[in-house]
């Protein structure tokens, strides 16, 4: 795609978990929509940002979200952050859109770690993710997920706490492919998905 194109379009980073049926149609072939939420999504992505889908195998979308200017973010949420992580440097952010309702992302480094928390309209700290190194890991949360998937390079490893619930998300790379786990504790497996790279090209206003 030449670069006047891609002046028009986000690049797209899907979870790929089913086919997503684009927002068109052809001859002899009617097409699936996508959310609208998605057409806003795209108009309050950065121009060189990423705009992530999470599907079912159904094709129900999970989750949506795009990375945003960090000056898009409610002072109140960057102030709360500042406040948590004093000598922390916010890198990132992002726009939400989930089941729950909508959110932001705020992506900073503290401590020698990246941090990710995720706050709802109001606020409220709803979600946040650290990394780990892999000798912080559980053994048998990073054992699954190597059988989960099998030759699987480790890549990464994150603890995600979210409504009292912790979790752990382990990102392995195969085959050109980079895959996540999501794991409990004890190793048990609660959801594994291929990332995938595509574009998504919408008219602008």
């Known amino acids: ?7 028009s ?4 980073s899907v979870f790929v978990l ?33 705009i992530e889908l999470e599907l079912e195998r159904d094709g129900t979308v999970r989750e949506m979200e795009a990375e945003v200017a960090i000056e898009a973010v ?16 916010i890198v990132g952010a992002e726009r939400e859109l989930t089941a729950e309702g909508k959110g932001w992302e705020v992506k900073l480094q503290a401590g ?13 700290l709803i979600e946040s993710e650290r ?12 054992q699954a997920a190597e059988r989960a998937v099998p030759g699987g390079a480790f890549r990464s490893v994150e603890a ?26 004890d190793g048990k497996v609660e959801r594994k998905v291929r990332e995938h790279r595509a574009e998504i090209e919408v008219p602008i206003e």
């Open 160 to 185: 995600v706490e979210q409504g009292g619930k912790s979790v752990y998300h382990v990102k392995l790379a195969k085959g050109g492919a980079s895959y996540k786990v999501v794991l409990a504790a």
């Open 74 to 89: 409610p002072a109140a949420i960057l102030d709360a952050v500042r406040a948590s992580h004093p000598s922390g440097r």
């Open 9 to 12: 379009a986000c690049v797209l």
């Open 131 to 142: 990394s780990l190194s892999r000798s912080e890991a559980p053994a048998a949360v990073l």
């Open 18 to 50: 089913s086919t997503l049926g684009a927002c068109s149609s052809t001859k002899g072939v009617t097409l699936g929509e996508v959310p609208p939420e998605l057409v806003g999504l795209y108009d309050v992505a950065r121009p060189d940002g990423v």
């Open 1 to 7: 795609m030449s670069s006047a194109s891609r002046s």
């Open 112 to 124: 020698g770690r990246d941090l990710e928390l995720v706050f709802d309209e109001g606020g409220k």
